[in-house]
Structure formats: structure tokens, C-alpha cells
């Protein structure tokens, strides 16, 4: 890790909220649709997740307490589109029984408790790694705790402030003891990070266009060789 003052986190955001504007994350109509969403995206992209999420509901299963009464094999078919259907369905089912038998179907009950405490539970659910606690935490239970996925490894990677080796937990911590705790930038910082990384920073970058360009270490190297303006 390379020590980067506070400062260079907010001129960072600032960069790329100026340049795409709010992002109004997470997609999902309810909370209850943003869990599922966030347990059906491992490994896959957002369409699969829409359909696997239509599917559900005209099905009539956005429901927690449907689903924990449904059978996993019936969730599976449903949730097909999403790949790693099978899987998935006991993951998804593993945290409606946590959430209906552990929290009483109470949404107050991860609220009420230290953030670092509630993510423990989160954890504790057979199924569930870092990102999609704080997912779930960040986007439907509106706890301060911010989201690391790939995308953000290699934003700043390249823009020379983290290891490529850097632990999910080495990252989140770095952005949390660097910004104010505050849901909403969490919440935001995140989707303009997904943004910059499909539109910017791909596996091939394209640099031009950038908002981080003129900073990034990756895009001055670039631009200085002439590779892509």
C-alpha cells in the first residue's frame, strides 16, 4: 500500500462525479430485491441478474418469507439466467433462513448494531464473501461500509495506490480510514468506480476521455508514449 492523503481520495471523486454525475445505485425496486441482486451477481453481469430477478417476480417470489418456504430446486429453475443456478439458489436460500430464523424478518435488526458487528453476521451466512456483505449492508441496509470489487482493484492499482496483491480487507479499510463515514458517498464513490471502469479503465484501458487521465499513473504513461491520446 502507498500512503495517499485523504485529499487524493475526495480530488478522485470529485474528478468523476464531475465528469459522469450521480449514478443512483444500487438497481433494484425494493431492498429486498437489492439482497437477492447482490447474491446473484457473483460471477455474471447485471442482464443475467434482471432476468433472473423478472423471473422471480412474476413468479411472485420477491418475498422472503415465500422464499424461504420454497423449495430450492423451484428457486434454481427461477433463477436460471443467472448461471451457477443451483449454487446460487442455496446461497440465496441460506441467507432468506438467516434473515427470517436469525433476524426475525426484523430490517432493524442490522441497524441497531455496530456496522463491524453487523458485517460479521453478514459473513456468517454460508455463501456470502465481503463484496456481498457490503453490498447488502451498503445498498439495502444504508450501513457505512464500502464496497471493493475488482473494478476497484484495478482503478487504483493503476493510479499507483494500492498492491496488485492488496486483500479485499487492505482496500476497503484504506478507502474507509481515508473519507468520511457517510452511506452516501460509499454508495456513490462505488458506482462512479463501476462506471469509470466499463467506460475507462477495462482490462485494455482507453484512456482518452478519462477524468483521471491527467493523474492516473497508467494514463500518463499513455499519453506520454502516444498510445491512445
Not at 464496497?147 to 482493484?153: E, F, G, I, P, S
Not at 498492491?163 to 478507502?175: G, I, K, P, T
Request: proline share 4%.
Amino acid at each position: 500500500m502507498h500512503t495517499v492523503r485523504p485529499q487524493e481520495f475526495y480530488s478522485i471523486y470529485r474528478k468523476m462525479f464531475s465528469h459522469f454525475g450521480p449514478q443512483g445505485w444500487w438497481p433494484g425496486r425494493t431492498k429486498t430485491e437489492i439482497i437477492i441482486g447482490a447474491i446473484l451477481t457473483q460471477n455474471t453481469n447485471w442482464q443475467n441478474v434482471e432476468k433472473a430477478l423478472a423471473n422471480l417476480r412474476k413468479a411472485k417470489l420477491l418475498n422472503f418469507k415465500k422464499l424461504h418456504r420454497t423449495d430450492d430446486v423451484v428457486i434454481a429453475r427461477h433463477i436460471r439466467p443467472a448461471g451457477y443456478f443451483n449454487v446460487k439458489a442455496r446461497r440465496l436460500k441460506n441467507f432468506v433462513r438467516f434473515f427470517v430464523e436469525g433476524m426475525n424478518s426484523d430490517w432493524r435488526a442490522l441497524r441497531s448494531i455496530p456496522v463491524e458487528e453487523a458485517r460479521e453476521k453478514v459473513l456468517s451466512v454460508n455463501g456470502v464473501g465481503p463484496e456481498t456483505a457490503d453490498s447488502i449492508l451498503l445498498y439495502a441496509f444504508d450501513r457505512p461500509t464500502f464496497v471493493v470489487d475488482a473494478y476497484t482493484k484495478r482503478i487504483f492499482h493503476r493510479y499507483g495506490v494500492i498492491e496488485s496483491e492488496a486483500s479485499y480487507d487492505q482496500v476497503r479499510l484504506l478507502f474507509m480510514d481515508r473519507l468520511t463515514e457517510d452511506v452516501r458517498l460509499y454508495n456513490e464513490y462505488h458506482a462512479l468506480i463501476v462506471r469509470l471502469a466499463k467506460e475507462h479503465c477495462r482490462a485494455r484501458p482507453v484512456c482518452a476521455g478519462c477524468p483521471l487521465k491527467d493523474s492516473c499513473r497508467t494514463g500518463l504513461r499513455n499519453f506520454f508514449a502516444g498510445s491512445n491520446g
